[in-house]
């Protein structure tokens, strides 16, 4: 058996091994090719193709549903050949349909793929200088209804509620790689309240590896900068949402990934969004009887 074969083989076995082990994964993957209950019951079970994604655009509506904010934003750092940004216009349709909330979509990225590391936080070891490039022309094709946002980062992010004016950004995704690039897109937070809900859901890539050999902490990657954001705004925190893979139907890797930003001084911060008695909860969650 050539080394090609084996490899295939054994990649083959894993896959059939993670699936005896994990029973269920076998259903999701059937449920996900069926149109299979609503938009909410998807989110619930994992069953959008990015259920992250799916994941901070619902929780942003509903949030803005409780506070009677009509529109909302969500953004994406780090658009590359832009699969992720068009599934976030298609759960921004969803999420619309399902809470009436108004959604728009911006993609910021510098269409050149990654720039030159700066040193060692950015993990060279992992990235290198051109990664991620992007087809700018196929990719405008494809978003009718998203807007990009070209640039460096480090010009894009800072100042960018002032210059784009946005409805009231809500989920906000980070997959840039860098520290530096990671660094330069948390400035997007320095806007006015008013660009912002009170507390903002954001999904970061970069914060746990998918091989072993890639080794994150908080002196190094989107978590230095995660960091160093915090120490540097004592009114504002971005933090793991803690418990989130014990809330879930379906746990999964991802749920590590998802943090909030807590903007303490939003004018909104402190206003009860708690469901209202007529309101019904189905049994969407894990961790509610």
Not at 185 to 212: A, E, I, N
Not at 248 to 267: K, T
């Amino acid at each position: 058996m050539t080394s090609s074969l084996r490899n295939g083989f054994e990649r083959l076995l894993v896959r059939v091994l993670r699936l005896l082990v994990h029973p269920g994964l076998a259903a999701l993957a059937m449920m996900r090719r069926l149109p299979f209950g609503s938009w909410e019951l998807r989110c619930a079970l994992d069953l959008h193709p990015r259920p992250h994604y799916a994941y901070g655009v619902q929780q942003a509506a509903e949030l803005a549903r409780r506070l009677g904010v009509d529109r909302i934003s969500v953004i994406e750092f780090g658009v590359a050949g832009g699969n992720g940004l068009v599934e976030l216009s298609r759960l921004a349709r969803g999420a619309t349909a399902a809470t009436g909330v108004r959604i728009d979509v911006y993609g910021c990225d510098r269409g050149a793929g990654l720039p030159t590391p700066v040193d060692y936080r950015d993990l060279p070891y992992i990235w290198r200088e051109g990664d991620f490039s992007m087809d700018l022309d196929a990719l405008r094709a494809r978003l009718p209804d998203a807007k990009l946002v070209m640039g460096d980062i480090e010009d894009t992010a800072d100042g960018f509620a002032e210059r784009e004016r946005p409805a009231p950004i809500g989920f906000v995704s980070i997959d840039v790689d860098f520290y530096s690039s990671a660094a330069a897109s948390l400035r997007v937070f320095r806007g006015d309240h008013r660009f912002f809900l009170p507390r903002v859901f954001c999904y970061l890539d970069d914060t746990v590896g998918d091989d072993d050999q890639i080794l994150h902490n908080d002196r190094v990657g989107e978590l230095a900068a995660v960091r160093e954001f915090n120490e540097a705004n004592p009114v504002m925190t971005l933090a793991p949402i803690h418990g989130l893979r014990h809330k879930r139907a379906v746990p999964a890797p991802w749920n590590d990934n998802i943090y909030a930003l807590h903007r303490f001084e939003h004018p909104d911060y402190g206003r009860y969004v708690g469901r209202a008695e007529s309101e019904t909860e189905l049994p969407l969650h894990a961790g509610k009887p």
